[in-house]
């Protein structure tokens, strides 16, 4: 079926080294076919080193037995951002006990091919109840796929979302985010507050 989905997140961001981040981001989905979606995104971030504006363009497959791979591409809208380029993979658990759902989980790997920090491990859950999906997620950003590379990068997130019908989505969420250094020493930490909206027609 061929659907559209739009999305506006707002989040808003206090840290440590007087770093304030202000973020927002449409995003719509486009089903190609069963298996072939086509993503693509706009967003801006208000950052104490600068404004970003850029749109990450997406073409994602699901693969069989639950397993999705894509690949982004970031294009940028200003001169705070360079391209990147992404690729992922993504395998979901449906963890039950007892026959009892527990969680939806999601465990990711993506490749960023022109950054310093280019792995990104994942780990994404969720579960409803009835209108309400709270998730929660950990990111941890990597120098490489060596177990010994540096962690760049640690970002929790828990959100809870609210789907009144099939059309509309809200989501108030809480992100807490550190950046290191490659020697390991703090570079950054500050939390991000989000708001999002999401419509499909």
């Not at 990711?108 to 999906?133: C, D, K, M, P, Q």
Request: with cysteine; charged share 25%.
């Amino acid at each position: 079926m061929k659907s559209l989905a739009f999305a506006t997140v707002l989040a808003c961001a206090l840290a440590v080294h007087a770093q304030t981040e202000v973020w927002t981001a449409v995003n719509a989905k486009y089903a190609v076919s069963k298996r072939w979606d086509l993503g693509a995104s706009f967003e801006s971030r208000w950052r104490s080193s600068g404004y970003q504006q850029f749109s990450d363009l997406r073409l994602t497959r699901d693969a069989r037995t639950n397993w999705k791979y894509f690949y982004e591409f970031r294009a940028p809208l200003n001169a705070q951002v360079n391209p990147r380029h992404t690729i992922a993979l993504e395998k979901l658990w449906k963890a039950r006990y007892k026959g009892t759902k527990i969680a939806d989980i999601t465990f990711g790997t993506r490749y960023h091919v022109n950054r310093a920090a280019r792995v990104r491990y994942g780990i994404y859950a969720e579960r409803s109840f009835g209108n309400l999906i709270p998730e929660w997620s950990t990111e941890l950003w990597m120098s490489s796929f060596a177990p010994w590379s540096d962690l760049r990068r640690i970002r929790h997130t828990a959100a809870l979302n609210w789907e009144p019908n099939k059309t509309w989505k809200l989501t108030l969420g809480w992100s807490n985010q550190t950046d290191l250094r490659p020697n390991g020493v703090i570079h950054a930490e500050f939390g991000i507050l989000r708001f999002g909206i999401r419509t499909k027609f």
